[in-house]
Structure formats: C-alpha cells, structure tokens
C-alpha cells in the first residue's frame, strides 16, 4: 500500500519514512503544500499523512481543499498541535484521524491499517477471498490454511488487490502501490511479479482486463 507523508522537518519525515517501510508500505515524502497537491495529482495513494505547519502554508487548508474537491483519500494529521481546539478543527476538516507528536510508531502504523481497513468497507483485520487469508498486520499471507512466503513486492501487489476486491486497478496503480519516491521500476517489472503469483496462488488468481489493467480473480 502507497503512503503520501507530509512533513517538512528531514529528520522526523525520513525516521516515519523508514518506519513505514520497514512495514511494508511504499512512500511518497514531500514537504509542502505545493509538492502535495502535485504527488496526489500524479501518484495513487491508499492514505496520506499530513503534517499541519508546514513552510509553505497550513496543512488544514490543504485538508480542506482535498475534500471539497470530493478526494475521499483517507488522512491522518500528524503534528505538535494538542490542543482540544485544534484536534476538533483538524476533523471537521475533514481528517480520519489525529495523531500527535510525539509519538510512537507503532501506535502510527496500527492506526494505518485500522483506516485502510475502515475505508475498504471491512470490519475485521483479516482479509478473506477464496482459499486466501491476510492479515496486514502481521504481514502474513495464508493459502489454503498454509502460510505463503512472498518477496516484499509481490506481497504488496497482493495486499492492494486484496484490499480492492473485484476493482479493477490499472498498470499505473499497481506500480504506484509497489514503488515509493525515487525508484523506478523496470518496464516488465509488473508482468513479471504477476506471473509469479500465479504460479504459487493459481493461475486464475490475478486476472488482466484488457485495455485496462488487473483485478482478483478465484484462489480456489
């Protein structure tokens, strides 16, 4: 899953950074207003966390923008800011959560998976299809009862169409969920990751859609 981190101080943007990504998440680490607007526009997402006093503006006012622009991404504001006041402000902005500084990250993290799990309409932790179990936290992935052990990016390309259900996702998508800021992947790179899922989960797994990219399929 692609993490949008928003926040201009270096130090605590590249230790959250590492953090996510020491757990599976691929990030996109801008720090400001401008460069947030651009990442969301040209990258997909799954969350953002947005830091509130920025250089160059106020994160809320970003906030704000997102959603009367109807982006329905989900965000956690993460910032020094405590008082009731300013929490109360930042949700009816229209934040998921509010996290203040400091911190722990592994509080952080298990607010993630709590809102991707909210904001793909599920209630449990565990994700269930077919003869497939996952459960994100644990960064473990089960077939047929028997745990699968997958390289890092083909166990995120199946967490995103797993959390996705019967969606659709195109190429782009995909490789925006796999790849953070600063690394490019290979041409066939996604083809490839694909194939190898299919051999270990069946063949019927990952299915293509023609002209427009890849969805879930049976794991029978």
């Known amino acids: 899953m692609h993490i949008l981190l928003v926040e201009d101080d270096q130090q605590v943007a590249n230790a959250i950074r590492r ?33 509130l006093g920025l250089r160059d503006g106020n994160g809320m006012t970003l906030l704000a923008q997102w959603r009367a622009e109807q982006q329905q991404i989900p965000v956690i504001i993460l910032t020094a800011r405590d008082a ?10 229209g934040a998921d959560d509010y996290v203040t500084k400091p911190f722990e990250l592994d509080e952080l993290i298990a ?5 991707l799990r909210r904001s793909s309409g599920r209630a449990s932790p565990m994700i269930r299809h077919g003869a497939l179990e996952f459960e994100p936290g644990l960064r473990e992935l089960r077939y047929h009862g028997e745990v699968v052990c997958l390289p890092r990016r083909e166990l995120l390309l199946m967490e995103k169409f797993l959390y996705a259900g019967r969606r ?5 998508q995909l490789n925006d969920s796999l790849y953070g800021y600063g690394e490019e992947p290979d041409s066939n790179a996604l083809n490839v990751h694909i ?17 427009l990219g890849f969805r879930l399929g049976k794991a029978e």
């Open 19 to 51: 953090g996510l990504e020491l757990h599976d998440f691929a990030v996109d680490q801008v720090t400001g207003l401008a460069q947030a607007r651009a990442a969301l526009q040209h990258f997909s997402s799954d969350l953002v966390v947005l830091d």
């Open 84 to 93: 009731l006041a300013d929490r109360v402000a930042g949700l009816q902005a």
């Open 111 to 115: 607010r993630i998976h709590a809102l």
């Open 168 to 172: 659709v996702l195109s190429a782009d």
């Open 195 to 211: 194939y190898h899922l299919r051999k270990k989960l069946g063949k019927n797994v990952i299915e293509t859609i023609r002209g």
